[in-house]
């Protein structure tokens, strides 16, 4: 196994670039101006309890923390993948509970 996927399994190294993401959203976030569209439609189903799905672009993750006043009532999908690990490290950071899943592949019933 070469150095750098070895450096990427470890669960220190992860661990601490999970940390600097959650810190470099946070500062992301604290120092742009932010203009919200369609933020009503969030506020609603929060409002009234009510349950939604909503789906959100991978350009657009980052930002997901800041999407809801209530984090801890929303499930993220993520992949069971390695890269899907450290995504929910870091939505954890933020209060958000996660789901792992998988469209998994033909004939494996990991889904």
Not at 23 to 49: G, Q
């Amino acid at each position: 196994m070469s150095l750098q996927k070895r450096i990427l399994k470890s669960k220190v190294i992860t661990g601490l670039f999970c940390k600097i993401v959650v810190l470099y959203i946070r500062l992301a976030h604290a120092t742009t101006r932010w203009t919200y569209v369609n933020r009503e439609v969030p506020d609603y189903f929060t409002r009234e309890k009510k349950a939604a799905i909503a789906a959100g672009w991978h350009g657009r993750f980052a930002m997901l923390p800041y999407c809801y006043d209530h984090p801890e009532r929303v499930h993220v999908l993520i992949s069971r993948h390695r890269d899907g690990e450290f995504i929910a490290r870091v939505i954890d950071a933020f209060r958000y509970k996660t789901i792992r899943g998988s469209a998994g592949k033909a004939g494996k019933s990991d889904k």
